[in-house]
C-alpha cells in the first residue's frame, strides 16, 4: 500500500478552511503542520466520513505536547485538513498505547 505521505510536498490552506480549525476548536494551522513532523504520529483511514474523496485521521502532537486529533485528505501532493481538535480521554489513551 503506498503511504499517504509518498510525494507529500506540503499543505493546502484557503478560504475553506484556513481559519477554521482555530474558530471552531482553537487550534491554529502551524499545530497542524506540527503534528506530521513529530512521533509517534498514527494514521488512520477514516471511510465512514467520505463517500467523494478519501480521508485519514492523524493522532499526534504538537512541539510543546499538546495531543491532537486532525481529519485530512490528500489532494495532489499536498494535504489539506479538514478538521482539527484536541484528543478526547479515550484517544489519548489509544494513542499512548500504540
Given at each position: 500500500m503506498e503511504s499517504v505521505f509518498h510525494s507529500f510536498e506540503g499543505f493546502q490552506w484557503d478560504e475553506g478552511n484556513n481559519n477554521k480549525n482555530f474558530i471552531k476548536h482553537q487550534v491554529w494551522n502551524w499545530e497542524c503542520e506540527q503534528v506530521f513532523?513529530?512521533?509517534?504520529l498514527l494514521v488512520l483511514d477514516d471511510p465512514g466520513h467520505s463517500?467523494?474523496?478519501k480521508r485519514w485521521a492523524a493522532l499526534g502532537q504538537t512541539d510543546s505536547g499538546r495531543l491532537l486529533v486532525i481529519i485530512f485528505t490528500k489532494r495532489n501532493n499536498?494535504?489539506?485538513v479538514i478538521s482539527a481538535r484536541d484528543m478526547n480521554h479515550k484517544?489519548?489513551?489509544?494513542y499512548e498505547e500504540y
Amino acid at each position: 500500500m503506498e503511504s499517504v505521505f509518498h510525494s507529500f510536498e506540503g499543505f493546502q490552506w484557503d478560504e475553506g478552511n484556513n481559519n477554521k480549525n482555530f474558530i471552531k476548536h482553537q487550534v491554529w494551522n502551524w499545530e497542524c503542520e506540527q503534528v506530521f513532523f513529530n512521533q509517534p504520529l498514527l494514521v488512520l483511514d477514516d471511510p465512514g466520513h467520505s463517500l467523494v474523496e478519501k480521508r485519514w485521521a492523524a493522532l499526534g502532537q504538537t512541539d510543546s505536547g499538546r495531543l491532537l486529533v486532525i481529519i485530512f485528505t490528500k489532494r495532489n501532493n499536498l494535504l489539506r485538513v479538514i478538521s482539527a481538535r484536541d484528543m478526547n480521554h479515550k484517544e489519548r489513551e489509544y494513542y499512548e498505547e500504540y
